[in-house]
């Protein structure tokens, strides 16, 4: 009798499954045996009136899904592949404001506007101050740390840059971050004990930051500044996103370009820290490669989801019109198939067509040429202000259904 694929009611969206591991032993056996599989779940748990998922294991097949929105579609459900059980259908609806969560045509309109701010030339613009940013939040956190020489790379570092990234980008007044931070986290952190975050405090913090928005793009709007938000709010009848339009992207931006870069950054000090070797070989020669790498070993995101819009096959499977669909970014991004010796932290690899920007298609990653300006910067930083680095304890992680997040990674400069 062959071995079954899964434990019997394993189900990868578990958050307690994630504030454990990534289940990557579980993936490489769907790969292996199952690449697409039904998880059953009981009605509701995820926020969705139905019995469970198929989870999309294989790096083929999760570029398939993320390429062809006219089959799997990320509005009908939304991205998001779990939320919390008590979450109202209409506080889902809602979140089809978001551009993670609209389908062509009318992700086409909004994301050739925003993408406005993400062209080269815009992210080159950010590089000297960001640089400039990345040593002052070093020296800050070397300043601020124990006797011992202990901080946390988490709230000390990694949290900060993504941040001051992103108040650069629009034009938020940097004593603000802390705001945006603070409700980022109530909105991704609803199933985390530690947070006491309830769905109804995730929807407050994301009507805050709404607000907010909505509030800065009015004022750009009577003041124009010459900043991104002057151009992307201007006269609506020109193709310009409205205040709430707006809004609504600042709340893709806390969540996309903060929470997943973060982790990314945290994940990375963890690689390197348990990869001396590798830490020794960026200090020495700052490869260009190794952002990418970063990411792939990361992968912030574990996974989203889209719905099937007709009866399709997929892997052997046959999924029907309506049925969910969780394409695990962190199972692509460790398939063998792709990636020779996919185990191994190696800030060389090249090439490395990891999916932790997304599977390509309409969703692939707006922010990506940010985030590993980002990544590059606060590397550099560390390695010329504290390349003795040294981990003190295991990381924490967070209680999530879909995001590789980390709340603290102790460390000490001696």
């Known amino acids: 009798m062959p071995c079954p694929a899964l434990p019997d009611g394993f189900d990868f969206t578990d958050p307690d499954v994630l504030q454990d591991r990534v289940p990557f032993p579980e993936f490489a056996r769907l790969r292996q045996v199952e690449p697409v599989r039904w998880v059953a779940q009981r009605r509701g748990i995820s926020g969705y009136d139905d019995a469970g998922y198929w989870a999309v294991t294989r790096h083929a097949d999760v570029k398939h899904v993320s390429t062809h929105p006219e089959l799997f579609s990320s509005n009908l ?3 998001i592949i ?14 089809k404001l ?29 590089e000297d101050a960001l640089r400039a940013r990345a040593h ?74 709404v607000s907010y928005a909505m509030n ?40 996309a370009g903060n929470e997943t870069t973060r982790n990314a950054i ?3 000090m963890h690689a390197f820290l348990t990869h001396p070797d590798q830490w020794d070989l960026f200090k020495r020669e700052r490869p260009v490669t190794a952002a990418e790498e970063i990411v792939r070993w990361a992968t912030p995101v574990v996974s989203f989801q889209r719905t ?23 199972s692509a991004n460790h398939d063998p198939e792709v990636f020779a010796d996919p185990e ?27 985030a590993v300006l980002e990544i590059n910067l606060i590397f550099n930083a560390v390695a010329e202000a504290m390349p003795d680095l040294r981990l003190t304890g295991d990381p924490r992680r967070l209680r999530s259904a879909w995001l590789n997040g980390v709340k603290e990674l102790r460390v000490s400069t001696r």
């Open 77 to 79: 459900n939304t991205a």
């Open 82 to 95: 779990r939320f919390n059980e008590s979450i109202s259908r209409d506080q889902i609806e809602v979140q």
């Open 98 to 126: 978001i551009m993670l969560n609209m389908d062509p045509p009318e992700h086409t309109r909004v994301r050739q506007i925003v993408q406005r701010g993400f062209t080269p030339r815009a992210v080159r613009s950010l």
């Open 136 to 209: 002052g939040i070093v020296r800050t956190a070397l300043e601020r740390a124990g006797a011992d020489g202990g901080f946390d790379f988490v709230t000390d570092v990694a949290v900060e840059l993504p941040l001051q990234a992103i108040a650069e980008l629009i034009g938020v007044p940097q004593e603000d971050r802390s705001k945006i931070f603070d409700w980022s986290n109530k909105m991704a952190g609803y199933d985390d004990p530690e947070y006491a975050i309830t769905e109804e405090v995730g929807t407050e913090a994301a009507m805050e930051i």
């Open 216 to 255: 800065l793009a009015a004022a750009r709007k009577e003041c124009p500044a010459g900043d991104i938000v002057s151009q992307l709010v201007a006269a609506e009848d020109e193709g310009n996103l409205s205040s709430d339009e707006f809004g609504f992207f600042v709340i893709l931006l806390a969540v």
């Open 266 to 268: 945290t994940h990375g």
């Open 308 to 330: 099937a819009t007709e009866d399709t096959e997929l892997g052997g499977a046959a999924i029907k019109r309506g049925d969910r669909v969780g394409i695990f970014y962190s």
């Open 344 to 370: 191994a932290f190696d800030i060389t690899r090249d090439p490395n067509p990891h999916l932790g920007f997304g599977g390509g298609g309409p969703h692939f990653c707006l922010g990506k040429s940010l």
